[in-house]
T-cell receptor
Framework: GQQVMQIPQYQHVQEGEDFTTYCNSS?????IQWYKQRPGGHPVFLIQ?????EVKKQKRLTFQFGEAKKNSSLHITATQTTDVGTYFC????????FGTGTRLQVFP | DTAVSQTPKYLVTQMGNDKSIKCEQN?????MYWYKQDSKKFLKIMFS???????INETVPNRFSPKSPDKAHLNLHINSLELGDSAVYFC?????????????FGSGTRLTVV
């Protein structure tokens, strides 16, 4: 069946280092969304990407949609302790399939 | 004001019991969802309702029955609870059905079956 894989599963970084999570789908996506879930919290919508090759920025966060619309990435520049959490991509087509998530830990 | 509210926040119950989780949204959204997040943090959709009509019904045991009395409410009733039902259940809503809207999640209900 359709899967949405994210790598890495876990990432530990020192505060100030950069972080990237990658989302890969087995099928072409009409659009993709990204969510952040803090420890003990609920997923919070970050952004939606629709166009092939689209790049969007939110302060230190950069989101990219692949040319073939089968992959996406989220890059955080100069991580802060407030970035701690699990980042999920979401295949926002018929089946609403979440990626497997990347758990980010930031050490001060 | 909480946009998507779920009750209860925690639920501990014995195997075989029947329980319900309630969800209400005050955003005026048309579409509501139930998601299950297991111990490995995997999020999986269970049900989707658009304006009280069932849209998505994933492979979920029929012990789980959603009910939407109006478009602002989507409750989840679970019969004959099993150990494997232990998880965090999230309610969510979106403005409309379709691919152009973000989802607003409730704070979750942590269900523990003992």
């Amino acid at each position: 069946g359709q899967q949405v894989m994210q790598i890495p599963q876990y990432q530990h970084v020192q505060e100030g280092e950069d972080f990237t999570t990658y989302c890969n789908s087995s099928t072409t996506l009409s659009n993709i969304q990204w969510y952040k879930q803090r420890p003990g919290g609920h997923p919070v919508f970050l952004i939606q990407l629709v166009k092939s090759g689209e790049v969007k920025k939110q302060k230190r966060l950069t989101f990219q949609f692949g040319e073939a619309k089968k992959n996406s990435s989220l890059h955080i520049t100069a991580t802060q302790t407030t970035d701690v959490g699990t980042y999920f991509c979401l295949d926002n087509t018929d089946k609403l399939i979440f990626g497997t998530g990347t758990r980010l830990q930031v050490f001060p | 004001d909480t946009a998507v509210s779920q009750t209860p926040k925690y639920l501990v119950t014995q195997m075989g019991n029947d329980k319900s989780i309630k969800c209400e949204q005050n955003l005026g959204h048309d579409t509501m969802y139930w998601y299950k997040q297991d111990s490995k943090k995997f999020l999986k959709i269970m049900f989707s309702y658009n304006n009280k009509e069932l849209i998505i019904n994933e492979t979920v045991p029929n012990r789980f029955s959603p009910k939407s009395p109006d478009k602002a409410h989507l409750n989840l009733h679970i019969n004959s609870l099993e150990l494997g039902d232990s998880a965090v259940y999230f309610c969510a809503s979106s403005l409309r059905q379709g691919a152009n809207y973000g989802y607003t999640f409730g704070s979750g209900t942590r269900l523990t079956v003992v």
